[in-house]
C-alpha cells in the first residue's frame, strides 16, 4: 500500500503507542493515509530518539512494546490509516542492553556476534590485537587505577562486570576470579591485560578507534549488515511485522554508512516481498543528495525521505535579487570572505584532523595492500605520508556524500565526482603528491577482476574511502560549515545548498516533473526531526532576501545598541554568531506575539534560544567546541543574550520587525505547505508542524505533540471552510488555525483526487501579467480516464511586488486584490471548460475565451489555490 501522505512521529517515554491510539481519531480528521513512525525497536532506555536501537528483535517495552504496537496498528487499520516505521540498520547503541556486544566484550573474537560488527581485530599501536578499544572513561586510566575506583559487581544473573562510576563492562569468565581478588594497582592492569576490550581515557576515540561507529559517536556502534547471517538477525523482527501485515513500509536511516546501499535496498525489497507473499513494500531511504546528485534506479527505493524537496522549495521561497547585498552584509561585517565551499572544506580538513583519525586510519590501512601490490613500484616510492595527504585532500573536496561499490558499471559513472574532487584536491596539494594523488582516484575507479567488478582490495577501499566521506560530508556541511557561515541562516539546513540562496522558478517545475516520471513515489518534507530550523523559521527568514537593505539597517542598529553588553568580554559573542543570533531571533519570534510579551513567555523563549546558542556555538567548533568546551566564552555568550533580552527597547525593536516581516513569512509558510501537498511525491507532515513551526534544532523540535488537543477544534473529516471563514482564518493567521485547516483541506483533496496526485503528470502553466514572477502554477493531470486535471497556484515573493496588507488592526498575510493588476494563469492546454471551481474555497472563476484564469478571482480569499474545470 503506497502512501497517499504521511504524519511523521516521534516516539518515546512522553509519546507512546497508548498515546498515538488515543489520537487516532485525530490523525483521521487530519486526513492522513499512513502513521509514519519514528524507531519502535528497543533502544537505550534513556532515549529520546529511538536511533540508539539495542535489541532490533523486540519491540520497544517504554513505547508498549509488540503488543501495543500491534493494537495501535489495529486501532489506524479501523480508521483506514497504515503504518510506516523507521529502521537503523547502520549501527546500534553500544550500552550495557546491547547483549550482542555485551557478548562480545565478554567473549571477543570467540563470540557468535564478533562477526556482527565492523570491527578490526588486528590491532595497532594503541590497541592490542584481539582486543576492543572501549575509550570510554572520563580520566585517564592510570588516575583510575592509583585511586582505585575499579570494582566488581554482579548482575541478577550472577554474570560479573568491572565497574566504574556507574558504568558496567562484562568481565572475561575466566578472570571473574583474578579480578575479585584484585586489591592493588598491578593487580588491576593483571585483570586488564587479560580482558577482551582496551579500557581508555575517551580522547583516544579520536585516532584508535578500531570498530566503525556513526560519525563520530563513540556510543553507536555500526553493525556488518552486508552479512547474511546478519542481515537475518536485524530484520527478522521487521520481516514478520510486514508479513502480518502490521507496517506497509519503511524509512532506511543513514542509507549511505553501509557498505553497499544498493545492495541492502535490494535485498531489503526482496526479503520484504518474500515474507509477504509478493506484497511490495513502500522504501524510502535517508539520502542527502548534493551537486545535482540523482538517486540511483538500480537500488530499487522508492525514493528519499525528501531532503531534496525541502532544499527545492526552500530555494524557491528565496529572492535571488537579495543575493549580493545579504553577501554584502554578512563580509562587511563579519569580515569573512569565504564563500560556503571554502567553510565546508575547512571544516572537513578540521574534522579529520580532530575527529575523524580513527576513520582515516582505517581507509590508509585498506590503500596499504594496494601499495604494497603495485606492480610498478610507484606507490611504494610514494610512500604512505604521501598518500594519507592525498586521501586527506581529496575527502575534503569531495562534492558529494560518497562514492559507491558498484559506480564502474553505473549508467552515469563517477567521473565528474572524480573530476571535481581530484581538481580540489590538487589546490590543497605540493605538486608532489599530484602522481600519487591520480593512483588514489584510480584506485577508487578502477575494477580489479574480469568481471568489471570491484573485488578484494579495490572493493575494501572503495568502502572505508566512502565510510568516511559520508560522515564527514554531514559533520561538515550540515553541522560546522552551517554554522560558521551565516549569510541566511533559513538556506543552512539538512539537504540544502547553502552556496545557493535562490531557485528559479523553471528550475524548480523541471524539477518536479523529472520526480513525477522517475520518483513519484518519493517523500516531500519540508520539516523533519533534523531540521536546524522549523519550516515556518525558515519561511519568515527567507523574507529577509526581499529587503536584504531593510534587513542590513535593522542588523546595524542593533549591533550598535547592542554593542554596551560586551563590556565584560568584548568579543563574546563574535560578530559572526551576533548576525546568526539576530536571524535567530526572529525567525523563531513566535507568531502568536502581536504585542510585548509576558515575563513569563518571554523567559521561555530565552532558554530556547540559549539552548540553540550553545549548540550552534559546540558544532561551529571556532570558539568552543563538544571536545573541548571553553567555559568562559558561553558564559559571556549566555549573559550576552540574557541583557539583550532584558533590554526593552531591544525586545520591542524585535516585535515592531516581527510584526513587519510576519505576514509575509505566513505567506510563504502556507506557500511551503501547498507546494509539498500537490507536488508529485508522497508529502510528510511532521509533527510539529500542523500549527506555524518555529521550531529550532534538536531536541526543541522534538518534543511531544499531543495530536487530540492539537485537533480538538478542527472541521468534521472532509468538510472545508467556506470563502467568509476562509476570510476569517486569514484575519487571525497568528494563531496558526489558517495553517492547520489548509493542510487539512489539501490532505483530503488528495484523497479525493488521488489519480493526479499519486501518479499523475505535472505540466508547468504559464502566467501573463506584471505580477507573473511571484506565481507558482502548474497542473497534476492524472492518466486518461481516471479524472480531471487538477490547477496548483500558489503565491511567493509578495513582499515588495505585490504588498503584504499589514496593519495594526488587521495583519493580513494574503494579497490584495488589486495588486495582482490584471494577471493571469493560461489553462488553455489542459481544457477549454468555461469555468473553474475552487476544491479549497468553492468559488467558482470564470474562464477567459482564450482559456485564462484571473489571479485576483484565484487568490481572493487565500494566496494558494486547488481548480477543477467544471
Given at each position: 500500500?503506497?502512501?497517499l501522505?504521511?504524519?511523521?512521529?516521534?516516539?518515546?517515554?512522553?509519546?507512546t503507542?497508548?498515546?498515538?491510539?488515543?489520537d487516532v481519531?485525530?490523525?483521521?480528521t487530519?486526513?492522513?493515509?499512513?502513521?509514519?513512525?519514528?524507531p519502535?525497536?528497543?533502544?537505550?532506555p534513556?532515549?529520546?530518539?529511538g536511533?540508539?536501537?539495542v535489541?532490533?528483535?523486540?519491540?520497544?517495552?517504554?513505547?508498549?512494546?509488540e503488543?501495543?504496537?500491534?493494537?495501535l496498528?489495529?486501532?489506524?487499520?479501523?480508521h483506514?490509516?497504515g503504518?510506516?516505521?523507521?529502521?537503523v540498520?547502520?549501527h546500534?547503541?553500544?550500552?550495557?542492553r546491547?547483549?550482542w556486544?555485551?557478548?562480545?566484550?565478554?567473549?571477543?573474537?570467540q563470540?557468535?556476534?564478533?562477526?556482527?560488527?565492523?570491527?578490526?581485530w588486528d590491532?595497532n599501536?594503541?590497541?592490542?590485537a584481539g582486543?576492543?578499544?572501549?575509550p570510554?572513561l572520563?580520566?585517564?586510566?592510570?588516575?583510575?587505577?592509583?585511586q582505585?575506583?575499579?570494582?566488581?559487581v554482579?548482575?541478577?544473573?550472577?554474570?560479573?562486570s568491572l565497574a566504574?562510576?556507574?558504568?558496567?563492562?562484562?568481565?572475561?569468565?575466566?578472570?571473574v576470579?583474578?579480578?575479585?581478588a584484585?586489591?592493588t594497582?598491578?593487580?588491576?592492569?593483571?585483570?586488564?591485560?587479560?580482558?577482551?576490550?582496551?579500557l581508555?581515557h575517551?580522547?583516544?576515540?579520536?585516532?584508535?578507534?578500531n570498530?566503525?561507529?556513526?560519525f563520530?559517536?563513540?556510543?553507536?556502534?555500526?553493525?556488518?549488515?552486508?552479512?547474511?547471517?546478519?542481515?537475518d538477525a536485524v530484520?527478522?523482527?521487521l520481516?514478520?511485522?510486514?508479513?502480518?501485515?502490521?507496517?506497509?513500509?519503511?524509512?532506511?536511516?543513514h542509507?549511505?554508512?553501509?557498505?553497499?546501499?544498493g545492495?541492502?535496498?535490494?535485498r531489503?525489497?526482496?526479503?520484504?516481498?518474500e515474507?509477504?507473499?509478493?506484497?511490495?513494500?513502500?522504501i524510502?531511504?535517508?539520502k542527502?543528495?548534493?551537486?545535482?546528485e540523482r538517486l540511483?534506479?538500480?537500488?530499487e527505493?522508492?525514493?528519499?525521505?525528501?531532503?531534496?524537496f525541502?532544499n527545492?522549495?526552500?530555494a524557491?521561497?528565496?529572492h535571488?535579487d537579495g543575493?549580493?547585498e545579504l553577501?554584502a552584509?554578512?563580509?562587511?561585517?563579519?569580515?569573512?570572505?569565504?564563500?560556503f565551499?571554502?567553510?565546508?572544506?575547512d571544516?572537513?580538513l578540521?574534522?579529520?584532523d580532530?575527529?575523524?583519525?580513527?576513520?582515516?586510519?582505517?581507509?590508509?590501512?585498506?590503500l596499504?595492500?594496494?601499495?604494497d601490490?603495485d606492480p610498478t613500484?610507484?606507490a611504494?616510492d610514494?610512500?604512505?605520508?604521501?598518500?594519507?595527504?592525498?586521501?586527506?585532500?581529496?575527502a575534503?573536496?569531495?562534492?558529494v556524500?560518497r562514492c559507491y561499490?558498484?559506480w564502474?558499471?553505473?549508467?552515469?559513472?563517477?567521473?565528474?565526482?572524480l573530476t571535481?574532487?581530484?581538481?580540489?584536491?590538487k589546490?590543497?596539494?605540493?605538486p608532489l603528491?599530484?602522481?600519487?594523488?591520480?593512483?588514489?582516484?584510480?584506485?577508487?575507479?578502477s575494477?580489479d577482476?574480469?568481471?568489471?567488478?570491484?573485488?578484494?582490495?579495490h572493493?575494501?577501499?572503495?568502502i572505508?574511502?566512502?565510510?568516511?566521506?559520508?560522515?564527514?560530508?554531514a559533520?561538515?556541511?550540515?553541522d560546522?560549515?552551517?554554522y560558521?557561515?551565516?549569510?541566511?541562516?533559513?538556506r543552512?539546513?539538512?539537504?540544502?545548498?547553502?552556496?545557493?540562496l535562490?531557485?528559479p522558478?523553471a528550475?524548480?517545475?523541471a524539477i518536479?516533473?523529472?520526480?513525477?516520471?522517475?520518483?513519484?513515489r518519493a517523500?516531500?518534507?519540508t520539516?523533519?526531526?533534523?531540521?536546524?530550523?522549523?519550516?515556518?523559521?525558515?519561511?519568515?527568514?527567507?523574507?529577509?532576501?526581499?529587503?536584504?537593505?531593510?534587513?542590513?539597517?535593522t542588523?546595524s542598529?542593533?549591533r550598535?545598541?547592542?554593542?554596551?553588553?560586551r563590556?565584560?568580554?568584548?568579543d563574546?559573542?563574535d560578530v559572526?554568531?551576533?548576525?546568526?543570533?539576530?536571524?535567530?531571533?526572529?525567525g523563531?519570534?513566535?507568531?502568536a506575539?502581536?504585542?510585548?510579551?509576558t515575563?513569563?513567555?518571554?523567559?521561555?523563549?530565552?532558554e530556547?534560544?540559549a539552548?540553540?546558542?550553545?549548540?550552534?556555538?559546540?558544532?561551529?567548533?571556532i570558539?568552543?567546541?563538544?571536545?573541548a568546551?571553553?567555559?568562559e566564552?558561553?558564559?559571556?555568550?549566555?549573559?550576552?543574550?540574557e541583557?539583550?533580552?532584558?533590554?526593552?527597547?531591544f525586545?520591542d525593536?524585535?516585535?515592531?520587525?516581527?510584526?513587519?516581516?510576519?505576514?509575509?513569512g505566513?505567506?510563504?509558510?502556507l506557500?511551503?505547505?501547498?507546494?509539498?501537498?500537490t507536488?508529485?511525491?508522497v508529502?510528510?507532515?511532521?509533527q510539529?508542524?500542523l500549527?506555524?513551526?518555529?521550531?529550532?534544532?534538536?531536541?526543541?523540535?522534538?518534543?511531544?505533540?499531543?495530536?487530540?488537543?492539537?485537533?480538538a477544534?478542527?472541521s468534521?473529516?472532509?468538510?472545508?471552510?467556506?470563502?467568509q471563514?476562509w476570510?476569517?482564518?486569514?484575519?487571525r493567521w497568528?494563531?496558526?488555525?489558517?495553517?492547520?485547516?489548509?493542510?487539512c483541506?489539501?490532505?483530503?483533496?488528495?484523497?479525493?483526487f488521488?489519480?493526479?496526485?499519486?501518479?499523475?503528470?505535472?505540466?508547468?502553466?504559464?502566467?501573463?501579467g506584471?505580477?507573473?514572477?511571484?506565481?507558482?502554477?502548474?497542473?497534476?493531470?492524472?492518466?486518461?480516464?481516471?479524472?480531471s486535471?487538477?490547477?496548483?497556484?500558489?503565491?511567493?515573493?509578495?513582499?515588495?511586488?505585490?504588498?503584504v496588507?499589514?496593519t495594526?488592526?488587521?495583519?493580513?498575510?494574503?494579497?490584495?486584490v488589486?495588486?495582482?493588476?490584471?494577471t493571469?494563469v493560461?489553462?488553455s492546454?489542459?481544457?477549454?471548460?468555461?469555468?473553474?471551481?475552487?476544491?479549497i474555497?468553492?468559488?467558482?472563476?470564470?474562464a477567459?475565451?482564450?482559456?485564462m484564469?484571473?489571479?485576483?478571482d484565484?487568490l481572493?480569499?487565500?494566496?494558494?489555490?486547488?481548480?477543477?474545470?467544471?
Open positions: 500500500m503506497i502512501p501522505a504521511t504524519l511523521r512521529i516521534q516516539f518515546n517515554a512522553d509519546y503507542f497508548a498515546d498515538a491510539m488515543r481519531p485525530a490523525f483521521a487530519l486526513g492522513i493515509s499512513h502513521l509514519y513512525a519514528s519502535v525497536w528497543t533502544a537505550s534513556e532515549s529520546t530518539h536511533y540508539d536501537v535489541d532490533p528483535c523486540t519491540v520497544s517495552e517504554t513505547l508498549g512494546g503488543a501495543g504496537l500491534r493494537h496498528r489495529d486501532s489506524l487499520k479501523a483506514g490509516i503504518l510506516i516505521v523507521d529502521i540498520p547502520n546500534m547503541g553500544n550500552g550495557h546491547n547483549r556486544w555485551q557478548d562480545v566484550l565478554r567473549r571477543g573474537q563470540s557468535a556476534y564478533a562477526p556482527y560488527f565492523d570491527i578490526d590491532g599501536a594503541d590497541v592490542p582486543k576492543v578499544l572501549l570510554v572520563p580520566e585517564p586510566l592510570a588516575d583510575i587505577l592509583s582505585r575506583k575499579l570494582s566488581v554482579r548482575d541478577a544473573r550472577g554474570n560479573a566504574y562510576d556507574g558504568a558496567r563492562w562484562p568481565l572475561a569468565p575466566e578472570t576470579a583474578l579480578a575479585e584484585a586489591r594497582e598491578q593487580d588491576w592492569r593483571r585483570v586488564l591485560a587479560r580482558q577482551h576490550f582496551h581508555t575517551w580522547p583516544l576515540a579520536r585516532d584508535a578507534l570498530w566503525r561507529r556513526f563520530d559517536i563513540t556510543s553507536l556502534v555500526a553493525v556488518r549488515v552486508e552479512r547474511p547471517e546478519v542481515f530484520h527478522g523482527l520481516l514478520r511485522l510486514f508479513a502480518d501485515g502490521v507496517i506497509d513500509g519503511v524509512r532506511i536511516d542509507v549511505d554508512g553501509l557498505s553497499d546501499p545492495a541492502y535496498c535490494r531489503l525489497r526482496t526479503a520484504l516481498r515474507a509477504a507473499d509478493g506484497r511490495e513494500p513502500w524510502v531511504v535517508e542527502i543528495l548534493m551537486d545535482s540511483d534506479t538500480r537500488w527505493t522508492d525514493g528519499t525521505t525528501g531532503y531534496d525541502m527545492d522549495v526552500g524557491l521561497l528565496h535571488g543575493t549580493t553577501c552584509l554578512w563580509r562587511n561585517t563579519t569580515g569573512d570572505t569565504q564563500n565551499g571554502a567553510h565546508v572544506r571544516a572537513r578540521q574534522l579529520i580532530e575527529r575523524f583519525g580513527s576513520e582515516m586510519n582505517r581507509v590508509i590501512k585498506a596499504t595492500s594496494l601499495i601490490a613500484g610507484r611504494r610514494a610512500g604512505i605520508a604521501c598518500f594519507r595527504r592525498c586521501t586527506i585532500a581529496l575534503a573536496s569531495f562534492p556524500y561499490p558498484d564502474p558499471n553505473a549508467a552515469e559513472a563517477p567521473n565528474n565526482v571535481t574532487a581530484m581538481s580540489g584536491a589546490r590543497l596539494l605540493h603528491d599530484h602522481a600519487a594523488l591520480a593512483l588514489l582516484v584510480m584506485w577508487l575507479t575494477a577482476s574480469d568481471a568489471g567488478e570491484p573485488s578484494g582490495p572493493r575494501d577501499l572503495r572505508r574511502f566512502a565510510q568516511i566521506t559520508a560522515p564527514l560530508a559533520k561538515a556541511v550540515e560546522t560549515a552551517g560558521r557561515w551565516g549569510r541566511l541562516l533559513s543552512n539546513d539538512v539537504g540544502s545548498n547553502a552556496a545557493h535562490s531557485m522558478l528550475d524548480f517545475h518536479n516533473a523529472y520526480r513525477a516520471s522517475h520518483w513519484p517523500m516531500l518534507s520539516a523533519t526531526h533534523d531540521h536546524k530550523r522549523g519550516e515556518d523559521v525558515r519561511a519568515r527568514l527567507a523574507v529577509l532576501s526581499e529587503i536584504p537593505h531593510g534587513w542590513a539597517q542588523v542598529a542593533w550598535a545598541e547592542n554593542d554596551r553588553f563590556a565584560a568580554a568584548p563574546a559573542p559572526a554568531h551576533e548576525l546568526m543570533l539576530y536571524q535567530t531571533l526572529v523563531a519570534w513566535p507568531c506575539w502581536h504585542s510585548v510579551p515575563t513569563a513567555a518571554l523567559r521561555a523563549f530565552v530556547r534560544i539552548q540553540w546558542q550553545r549548540k550552534a556555538m559546540r558544532e561551529s567548533g570558539r568552543t567546541s563538544w571536545l568546551p571553553d567555559a566564552y558561553e558564559a559571556a555568550c549566555d549573559a550576552f543574550l541583557r539583550v533580552m532584558g533590554t526593552t527597547s525586545v525593536s524585535i516585535q515592531t520587525f516581527s510584526d513587519a516581516i510576519g505576514p509575509a505566513a505567506l510563504n509558510g506557500t511551503q505547505l501547498f507546494l509539498r501537498m507536488c508529485p511525491g508529502p510528510d507532515t511532521y510539529a508542524s500549527r506555524w513551526d518555529q521550531t529550532l534544532v534538536d531536541p526543541d523540535n522534538r518534543r511531544a505533540v499531543h495530536f487530540s488537543a492539537e485537533m477544534d478542527a468534521t473529516p472532509g468538510a472545508l471552510p467556506d470563502d471563514q476570510h476569517s482564518l486569514m484575519d497568528r494563531d496558526g488555525d489558517v495553517k492547520r485547516s489548509l493542510l483541506a489539501l490532505l483530503h483533496r488528495r484523497k479525493q488521488a489519480p493526479a496526485f499519486m501518479l499523475g503528470d505535472y505540466v508547468a502553466l504559464t502566467t501573463h506584471p505580477c507573473a514572477a511571484q506565481v507558482v502554477a502548474f497542473a497534476r493531470v492524472p492518466a486518461p480516464g481516471e479524472g486535471p487538477v490547477v496548483c497556484v500558489a503565491t511567493r515573493h509578495a513582499t515588495r511586488q505585490l504588498g496588507l499589514s495594526a488592526a488587521s495583519p493580513v498575510p494574503r494579497v490584495r488589486q495588486d495582482w493588476q490584471d493571469v493560461d489553462v492546454v489542459l481544457s477549454r471548460a468555461p469555468r473553474w471551481r475552487g476544491l474555497d468553492g468559488v467558482r472563476v470564470p477567459t475565451a482564450s482559456g484564469l484571473p489571479l485576483a484565484i481572493a480569499a487565500l494566496p494558494v489555490a486547488l481548480l477543477t474545470p467544471e
